[in-house]
């Protein structure tokens, strides 16, 4: 496994969670690193992206103002801090890793790297 996620629970509406990705991939200099997240029954959407070099992000207009990327690069660990959690957060959150691209992306199709997933439950 080369991905590991964790922090995620139940929480209730309003609530904040952080969730913390280890990245055990080879790490090049400058990756896009994500979180997607997938709720029941539906596609895997982009959440939010950094690219490592630079510390640039981007934010689904869903996350803007309320969740905050950052990646620890002593630790290699991308974390996602969310708060003002909704019921349509819910969904299994998985980080990402791409070493083929030069920006901050939440485009699913530029990434092979993936996490397990962590479940996010808001009631």
């Known amino acids: 496994v080369q991905l590991v996620e964790s922090g995620g629970g139940s929480v209730q509406a309003g609530g904040s969670l952080r969730l913390s990705c280890a990245v055990h991939?080879?790490?090049?200099?400058?990756?896009?690193m994500a979180w997607f997240r997938q709720a029941p029954g539906k596609e895997r959407e982009g959440v939010a992206a950094?690219?490592?070099?630079?510390?640039?992000?981007y934010y689904a207009a869903s996350a803007k103002g309320r969740f905050t990327i950052s990646h620890d690069n002593f630790k290699n660990t991308l974390h996602l801090q969310m708060n003002s959690l909704k019921p349509e957060d819910t969904g299994i959150y998985y980080c990402?890793?791409?070493?083929?691209?030069?920006?901050?992306?939440?485009?699913?199709?530029?990434?092979?790297?993936w996490g397990q997933g962590t479940q996010v439950t808001v009631s």
């Open positions: 990402a890793v791409s070493n083929t691209i030069g920006i901050a992306s939440i485009n699913i199709i530029d990434y092979r790297n």
């Open positions: 991939v080879p790490t090049l200099n400058g990756q896009s």
């Open positions: 950094i690219f490592t070099r630079g510390g640039s992000t």
